[in-house]
């Protein structure tokens, strides 16, 4: 299976004055050579409220096949 593991990170979030960033992870394993890339991709990245527990937050994140999805809910 190589070197795959769930990718976990945060992404910066507007539209809610008690919290800055929400917590995410990849919807399948992915290759660890790959993180540092994702982690850049994200960081540019900006989410709106309200956010639920699913919401995709990056589909198909650099081609991979792979969707970042969200795993806290915060309301506007």
Known sequence: MGNKDVFTSVVRIKGNQNYKVVSVKSNKPIEK????????VLSRIYASTPI???DIIC??????????????KISS
């Open 33 to 40: 050579g790959l993180w540092r890339e994702f982690s850049k």
């Open 52 to 54: 639920n527990i699913g």
């Open 59 to 72: 589909k198909n994140i650099m081609n991979t096949g792979v969707d970042i999805v969200c795993t806290k």
